[in-house]
């Protein structure tokens, strides 16, 4: 679009909540289709093309993107067409899609990486000894990072925020995180054949705010939180 294209386009859904006939709207991000007059000329809008594809209709950026414990990182198109391998130097715990953004974070051995989806440019955001990853993921705002360690009963989740990990002690092992209420907690699960814990760690007080602890025979592997 160009800028007054924009500025018609708000108008004309301002004036249609006014009149009562809209009662909510979503922006969509911006996708090249092949036959729209940016996408055969681009030039004519100061933009270009991210990659030369050939495709019937439209470009909108869907990738699928996989890894495994022998480190071989994967990704394909929603045809199933595989469009970019890499083996990397460590097991993939994990891969997490930004919230906001066209990356995401990789839990690889004892590291965790950044990889721009479109250039699979990686960078190393931070890698601690011995001890392996085995989840990192992105605040709702992907501002900041948690990850936790596999197997670890001392300092078991880190927050990566401005260059900087604190590490936080739940006297438990943590193999799957997530984040809540409004980023200012992280809930945590863990377990083994038959046995599993859950719990919700307050950033703020660097407390667990509560826990359930699992007996053999009762909970299973936690797959997800």
Not at 36 to 64: R, W
């Amino acid at each position: 679009q160009t800028a007054q294209e924009t500025i018609d386009s708000l108008e004309m859904v301002r004036q249609m909540f006014k009149a009562g006939i809209l009662q909510s709207a979503f922006w969509h991000q911006f996708a090249m289709t092949a036959h729209s007059p940016v996408g055969l000329h681009p030039e004519k809008f100061n933009v270009k093309k991210a990659k030369e594809v050939a495709i019937t209709f439209a470009d909108n950026d869907v990738e699928i993107m996989s890894g495994d414990w022998y480190g071989n990182l994967v990704s394909w198109d929603l045809n199933g067409k595989i469009i970019y391998q890499k083996k990397l130097q460590g097991d993939i715990a994990s891969i997490k899609k930004s919230h906001t953004q066209n990356k995401a974070l990789m839990a690889v051995g004892s590291a965790v990486f950044e990889i721009n989806i479109a250039t699979k440019l990686m960078t190393k955001l931070f890698e601690i000894e011995e001890v392996k990853i085995a989840q990192a993921i992105y605040s709702s705002d992907d501002k900041t990072v948690a990850v936790c360690k596999y197997w670890n009963t001392k300092d078991n989740i880190g927050i990566l925020k401005n260059g900087k990990v604190n590490w936080y002690n739940i006297g438990t092992s943590a193999n799957h995180i997530a984040f809540y209420g409004n980023d200012e907690k992280v809930a945590w699960a863990s377990g083994g054949i038959g046995a599993g814990n859950y719990g919700m760690l307050n950033l703020n007080t660097g407390k667990t705010d509560w826990q359930i602890e699992g007996k053999e025979g009762g909970f299973e592997d936690v797959a997800s939180v």
